[in-house]
C-alpha cells in the first residue's frame, strides 16, 4: 500500500529587539537568572504593557519577505493557562487578527520549486524557563526570557516529506538572518518548531489521516528524524490495520523515538478574548511600503542571481549564501577583482577552513574583502603560485597586511627567472644520480621526485610551468 505524509509547521523565532515585546527589560542571552525583569514581564498586578514598535516592523519584516498580507488592523489575545513559567496565568498572543496572512515560500524539492503556504504569522511573548535540578530535587524558574517577542509563522498542510520540512525551516532561517530580525541560533531556542504530521493512503482523496503533533524541536537534525520516525511509524500502524489516536507527543532525540504527552481528547480550552490592557494595531501603509523597500536582496534572490549572472553551479550559490557575512564578503571581492569563480573558490575554500582554524568569522574575518581580490590578482599574474597564495591568505589573516606586503616581506615572489631555475634544476640532477638513471630507464615516478626536490630547492616558488620545461630540457641534454 502507498501512503501520503502530511505535514505542517508552526515555527517559533526569537526576535533580536534590544528590550522585550511589551516593557523596556533587555533581551541580551545569557545574564543570570532573573536579572532582566520587572513588574510588567513577571505579571504583577497593575503592570500595563507597551508594545514595542521595533517587534511589530520585524514581524512585518518577515511578512513581506514571505509574501503575506501585512493586516491594516490586528490585535492581541489573551491564552488563558496556569505554568510556573508564566506568572500573568495567561500569554498575550494573537489568536484572532494576527499581524500577517496568506503567504508563501518556494522550496526546492526533487528538482522543482513547491510553494509551502503560510496561513499566518502571529506576534506573541515567550514564556520564562523552568530549571529542574534533579540532584537537589528542585525547580526553579528564570524570568529573564519571560516576554522576549516571538514571532509564530504557521504554515498550510502543504509539506510532504522531512526534506521540504528542513528546506522550508532553512529557508526561514536565512530570511530572518539577511534581514536581520533573529539571530535564529538554534541551540539558544532562538528558533524552534512544532510538527503536525499525519498519513493517508495515497489513493484515499483529499481527506486527511488523524493528526499528530510533536512539539518544541529545536534542531534541524531532530525535525528531519521525527518526521521520518513518526511518518514511518503511522505507516506501520495503518498497514497492520491499526488505528491513530490524535495525539501530541514529544521527541527524544538521544533514542531518536517519539513518545506521547497527551491525547488530545482533552484539548485545553485557553479561553481566549482581547487583551483589554492592549489597544488595537493599525499599521499606517506607507510604514509598510518604507519598510519593503528596505528589505535586502533575500537568500533565494541572491542564489539565482549567482547561478544565472555569475555562472556559479547551485552548490556553490549555496554555500556562498549559507550565511549573510560571507555572501557580503564574496560580492565585494568580486566587485574588486571580477572573477566569480575564483573568488567563490577562495572564499568557500581556503578561507573558510583558515576563519575556522584561527576561531575567526565572516562577519569579522580580520581582512578586507579587498585584500583577497589582491591576492587572487597575484595568482593570476602568476606573481606568486596558488600554494604559496594559501600560505600567504594565513599570514593576512595573522597580521591584518595586504597580500602584496606579505609576499615582499617574507621574499615570497615567485621565480620566472631561467637562469636561476636552471642552476636549481642542475644542482638537483647533480645531487640526485640515481633518479636520473632510473628516468633513462623509462621510471617517470623518477621525474615527478626530481620535480618535486627542485621546487624544494626553490622554497616552493619556482613558476611551475617554466620549472618542468627547464627540467625535461637538461634532462635531454644530459
Ligand atoms: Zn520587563
Not at 500569554?91 to 508563501?104: A, D
Not at 528524524?225 to 532525540?253: F, Q
Not at 584561527?358 to 587572487?376: E, R, T
Request: charged letters at 25%.
Amino acid at each position: 500500500m502507498r501512503f501520503e505524509t502530511i505535514i505542517g509547521l508552526e515555527v517559533h523565532i526569537e526576535l533580536s529587539t534590544s528590550t522585550k515585546l511589551f516593557c523596556a527589560c533587555s533581551t541580551a542571552y545569557g545574564a543570570p537568572p532573573n536579572t532582566q525583569c520587572c513588574p510588567v514581564c513577571t505579571g504583577m498586578p497593575g503592570a500595563l504593557p507597551v508594545l514595542n514598535r521595533k517587534a511589530v516592523e520585524y514581524a512585518v519584516k518577515m511578512g513581506l519577505a514571505t509574501n503575506c498580507e501585512i493586516s491594516e488592523f490586528s490585535r492581541f489575545d489573551r491564552k488563558n493557562y496556569f505554568y510556573p513559567d508564566l506568572p500573568k496565568g495567561y500569554q498575550i498572543t494573537q489568536r484572532y487578527r494576527p499581524i500577517c496572512t496568506g503567504g508563501y515560500l518556494g522550496v526546492e524539492s526533487e528538482g522543482c520549486l513547491r510553494k509551502i503556504g503560510i496561513s499566518r504569522i502571529q506576534l506573541e511573548e515567550d514564556a520564562g524557563k523552568l530549571i529542574h535540578n534533579e540532584a537537589e530535587k528542585v525547580s526553579l524558574i528564570d524570568y529573564n526570557r519571560s516576554g522576549i517577542p516571538l514571532i509564530e509563522i504557521v504554515t498550510g498542510p502543504d509539506i510532504r516529506s522531512a526534506h521540504e520540512a528542513v528546506e522550508f525551516l532553512e529557508s526561514l532561517r536565512l530570511i530572518a538572518l539577511y534581514t536581520g530580525i533573529s539571530d535564529c541560533k538554534m541551540q539558544e531556542g532562538s528558533l524552534r518548531c512544532d510538527v503536525n504530521i499525519s498519513v493517508k493512503p495515497a489513493a484515499s482523496g483529499s481527506e486527511y489521516g488523524t493528526r499528530i503533533e510533536i512539539k518544541n524541536l529545536n534542531s534541524l537534525k531532530a525535525v528531519r528524524n521525527a518526521i521520518e520516525y513518526e511518518s514511518e511509524r503511522l505507516k506501520v500502524l495503518l498497514s497492520s490495520g491499526g488505528c491513530i489516536i490524535a495525539e501530541t507527543r514529544r521527541w527524544d532525540d538521544s533514542n531518536n523515538v517519539s513518545e506521547p504527552i497527551r491525547s488530545k481528547e482533552d484539548v485545553q480550552d485557553y479561553q481566549y478574548f482581547p487583551d483589554p490592557d492592549l489597544p488595537g494595531v493599525y499599521i499606517d501603509r506607507g510604514w509598510v511600503e518604507e519598510i519593503r523597500s528596505g528589505l535586502p536582496e533575500l537568500p533565494q534572490t541572491k542564489r539565482r542571481r549567482y547561478i544565472e549572472e555569475m555562472g556559479l553551479s547551485e552548490q556553490d550559490a549555496r554555500l556562498l549564501t549559507s550565511e549573510p557575512y560571507r555572501a557580503y564578503f564574496f560580492e565585494t571581492c568580486v566587485e574588486e577583482c571580477g572573477k566569480p569563480k575564483a573568488a567563490c573558490n577562495w572564499v568557500t575554500g581556503p578561507l573558510t577552513r583558515l576563519l575556522k582554524d584561527k576561531n575567526l568569522s565572516f562577519s569579522a574575518p580580520g581582512i578586507s574583502p579587498a585584500y583577497l581580490a589582491g591576492l587572487i590578482g597575484m595568482v593570476d599574474k602568476e606573481i606568486i603560485s596558488y600554494t604559496i597564495a594559501v600560505n600567504v591568505l594565513s599570514e593576512m589573516l595573522d597580521t591584518g597586511l595586504d597580500a602584496g606586503s606579505i609576499v615582499e616581506k617574507l621574499g615570497l615572489r615567485q621565480i620566472a627567472d631561467e637562469d636561476m631555475l636552471t642552476e636549481i634544476v642542475d644542482r638537483v640532477l647533480y645531487e640526485n644520480q640515481d633518479s636520473v638513471r632510473d628516468y633513462r630507464s623509462g621510471k617517470t615516478k623518477a621525474f615527478t621526485f626530481l620535480m618535486g626536490q627542485a621546487m624544494k630547492a626553490s622554497k616552493g616558488k619556482a613558476k611551475p610551468e617554466l620549472l618542468k620545461t627547464i627540467m625535461e630540457r637538461r634532462l635531454d641534454q644530459l
